[in-house]
């Protein structure tokens, strides 16, 4: 099991460009998330998907789409990339939307807008 | 502890010593927490959980206590080794049945050989 993957690994985006972070389980969880990682704060969550089917905004939605386009891909998409979107993206993932249930994380994407 | 600061707070610790890292939450109606590892350039990585119902729990070298009077929680890790180096950083669960989890800022644990 490659557990949850993620690419790209690093990009750079100039203001205004656009991209789409990818994000795969092969864990048949039925839960993903998508967080933003900043110096000095927590993780923090951006959007998440309970369920195939079904997206939900997180604490920091604005300036990011995103896509559940089956049970394992989970996509995050910056329409007009901002550097304050300069950050470090996580993935996670878990059996199911529930209080005490463990969340899987892949190794990040480092993106920087310039 | 956590920090709310651009530097994190670093623990540092002879190789064999004990660490003890600490974490103040936020929430007192929070059911379920997590203590992170964070190796530089990698995703978080589970080490250990404890439910709101135990004070504390033990896995393989490493312990979680729990004080709800005092909203803390502290990770122990016995006999740290080189390989523990990294960011730590615990997780709350704000209650209820979604799994939306608080983080904090994390705690750098450098380990001297």
């Known amino acids: 099991n490659a557990g949850v993957t993620q690419t790209p690994k690093f990009q750079v985006l100039k203001t205004g460009q656009s991209m789409t972070l990818q994000c795969a389980q092969d864990?048949?969880?039925?839960?993903m998330y998508w967080y933003r990682q900043d110096p000095g704060m927590g993780l923090r969550l951006i959007y998440y998907s309970a369920s195939e089917g079904t997206t939900d905004k997180g604490e920091v939605p604005n300036g990011y789409n995103v896509s559940r386009l089956n049970k394992r891909e989970f996509s995050l998409r910056l329409e007009s990339a901002a550097p304050s979107q300069t950050s470090v993206y996580f993935c996670a993932s878990s059996t199911k939307f529930h209080t005490g249930v463990e969340q899987y994380f892949g190794p990040g994407t480092r993106l920087t807008v310039t | 502890g956590e920090s709310v600061g651009l530097h994190l707070p670093t623990l540092s610790v002879q190789e064999g010593d004990n660490s003890i890292i600490n974490c103040a939450y936020s929430?007192?109606?929070?059911?379920?927490f997590i203590w992170y590892k964070q190796e530089s350039g990698k995703g978080p990585q589970f080490i250990i959980d404890i439910r709101s119902n135990m004070d504390k729990r033990q896995g393989q070298r490493v312990t979680v206590l729990l004080n709800k009077t005092v909203k803390h929680l502290s990770l122990q890790i016995a006999a740290t080794q080189p390989g523990d180096s990294a960011v730590y950083f615990c997780a709350e669960n704000y209650g209820g049945a979604t799994n939306k989890l608080i983080f904090g800022t994390g705690t750098l644990l450098a380990v001297q050989p």
């Open positions: 864990m048949n969880h039925n839960s």
């Open positions: 929430n007192s109606a929070s059911d379920y």
